[in-house]
Nanobody
């Protein structure tokens, strides 16, 4: 059983920054791609960013490209999401998830099997 625990969410003004972390249990973290998704009230869950198992491949949603950066530290079993130039429309619950055993990064939610409980990010205008 894999457990994913997100942290780092909070309230920030527009233009500010936050860094989300997701700590994973288990010894196989470096085998799997990881991703971040988000869900705003009344909206469907959407892809934010993903990273391959070695960190060499990353992908981003168009809405966050250039503002968000995904990274990972396999020695610490942790994946990060650095969020800069935040906008009110970034307000959502952010979830990390474990993807396929791949060096590629995937935006397909169906390919993710374990999910964290989520962390709230609120951006005020």
């Amino acid at each position: 059983q894999v457990q994913l625990v997100e942290s780092g969410g909070g309230l920030v003004q527009a233009g500010g920054s936050l860094r989300l972390s997701c700590a994973a249990s288990g010894r196989t973290f470096s085998t799997y791609a990881m991703g971040w998704f988000r869900q705003a009230p009344g909206k469907e869950r959407e892809f934010v960013a993903a990273i391959g198992r070695s960190g060499g491949s990353t992908s981003y949603a168009i809405s966050v490209k250039g503002r968000f950066t995904i990274s990972r530290n396999n020695a610490k079993n942790t994946v990060y999401l650095q969020m800069n130039s935040l906008k009110p429309e970034d307000t959502a619950v952010y979830y990390c998830a474990r993807g396929p055993a791949s060096s590629s990064s995937s935006y397909m939610a169906d390919e993710y099997d374990y999910w964290g409980q989520g962390t709230q990010v609120t951006v005020s205008s």
